[in-house]
């Protein structure tokens, strides 16, 4: 799908990492500094668990505690983001919606997006703290649709993981990989 195909859609929604930027963050180096937090400070054996169940099963400070180990190593990781071929669509859709929807917390998607001069072409953010639910669940599908003003049928949504094809299934959103998307 190229630039031309997505114009048939009011609403072009992209998750970020791995779709648009890569974060640079070492994502076993944090699950074993979260599981090691949990563990020392609460007594908590979380292992086996990914970030994201780590997340979702905790509550109070086991959840704040955790949410400030990955929140640090995401602005660490959006510092030295870089541009992936799907984010050179961006100045192309102008005159469309465009929306992203990410795990990451807010402060990293807006460095990440900063940094790699993104920003400007980006209409609505859900981040991991703008939902009560993260993907595969379609609420911050559906928050960033509404936040753009659109019907479910005008929007699309991009992105590189069998979770964003998951999340577009459930909220009612044609998918496309960034493996079928051509920037020109």
Same mark, same amino acid.
């Given at each position: 799908?190229?630039?031309?195909?997505?114009?048939?859609?009011?609403?072009?929604?992209?998750?970020?990492?791995?779709?648009?930027?890569?974060?640079?963050?070492?994502?076993?180096?944090?699950?074993?500094?979260?599981?090691?937090?949990?563990q020392?400070?609460?007594?908590?054996?979380?292992?086996?668990m990914?970030?994201?169940?780590?997340?979702?099963?905790?509550k109070? $400070?086991t959840? !704040?505690? #955790?949410?400030?180990?990955l %929140? &640090?190593?995401? /602005?660490?990781?959006?510092? @030295?983001?870089?541009k992936?071929?799907?984010?050179?669509?961006?100045?192309?859709?102008?005159?469309?919606?465009?929306?992203?929807v990410?795990?990451?917390?807010?402060?990293?998607?807006?460095?990440?997006?900063?940094?790699?001069?993104?920003?400007p072409?980006?209409?609505?953010?859900?981040?991991?703290?703008?939902?009560?639910?993260?993907? $595969?669940?379609? !609420?911050? #599908?559906?928050?960033?649709? %509404? &936040?753009?003003? /659109?019907?479910?049928?005008? @929007?699309?949504?991009?992105?590189?993981?069998e979770?964003?094809?998951?999340?577009?299934e459930?909220?009612?959103?044609?998918?496309?990989?960034?493996?079928?998307?051509?920037?020109?």
């Amino acid at each position: 799908m190229n630039a031309q195909a997505l114009r048939a859609y009011r609403a072009i929604i992209f998750d970020l990492d791995g779709t648009l930027v890569v974060l640079r963050i070492d994502w076993m180096a944090v699950k074993r500094e979260m599981l090691s937090m949990a563990q020392e400070r609460f007594g908590r054996d979380l292992s086996g668990m990914t970030v994201w169940q780590m997340l979702r099963s905790s509550k109070g $400070p086991t959840k !704040e505690a #955790l949410e400030e180990v990955l %929140q &640090l190593r995401e /602005v660490e990781g959006a510092r @030295a983001a870089e541009k992936l071929p799907a984010a050179d669509l961006l100045p192309s859709l102008t005159d469309r919606g465009v929306g992203i929807v990410s795990l990451n917390s807010k402060e990293s998607c807006i460095i990440a997006l900063e940094r790699t001069g993104l920003a400007p072409h980006v209409n609505a953010l859900v981040a991991r703290e703008d939902s009560e639910r993260l993907k $595969p669940d379609p !609420e911050p #599908l559906l928050k960033c649709i %509404q &936040l753009l003003g /659109v019907r479910v049928s005008e @929007a699309v949504f991009i992105g590189d993981r069998e979770r964003d094809r998951l999340t577009a299934e459930r909220a009612g959103v044609r998918f496309v990989h960034t493996r079928d998307i051509r920037p020109r």
